[in-house]
């Protein structure tokens, strides 16, 4: 079993920033891939950005040059750096982590979910 945490959402002003945190606990061996998704009112929950353990990094076409993923492995722990934040960036974020437990068994599990609401 593999636990997350999810921590950093809020209420922000247009241009705001908000830094998320996701730490990982458990069963772990290695985390192949960390991510974070969002899913705003009446929409499918979207990749945002994720980041493998080498350190290669993905960003949705929406938040490039505004956002930053970042992790550290000795921590298991994910972060979403998000600066100039717009109204359309509200939704429900949600951390995701694919990798390999003590027992050699492969795990993907998501977070249970911060809400950030960019509004004035």
């Known amino acids: 079993q593999v636990q997350l945490v999810e921590s950093g959402g809020g209420l922000v002003q247009p241009g705001g920033s908000l830094r998320l945190s996701c730490a990982a606990s458990?069963?772990?061996?290695?985390?192949?891939?960390m991510g974070w998704y969002r899913q705003a009112p009446g929409k499918q929950r979207e990749l945002v950005a994720r980041?493998?353990?080498?350190?290669?990094?993905n960003y949705a076409d929406s938040v490039k040059g505004r956002f930053t993923i970042s992790r550290d492995n000795a921590k298991n722990t994910v972060y979403l750096q998000m600066n100039s934040l717009k109204p359309e960036d509200t939704a429900v974020y949600y951390c995701?982590?694919?990798?390999?437990?003590?027992?050699?068994?492969?795990?993907?599990?998501w977070g249970q979910g911060t809400q950030v609401t960019v509004s004035s």
């Open positions: 995701k982590v694919i990798g390999v437990g003590r027992a050699g068994e492969g795990f993907d599990y």
């Open positions: 458990g069963s772990i061996f290695s985390i192949y891939v």
């Open positions: 980041i493998t353990s080498g350190g290669r990094t």
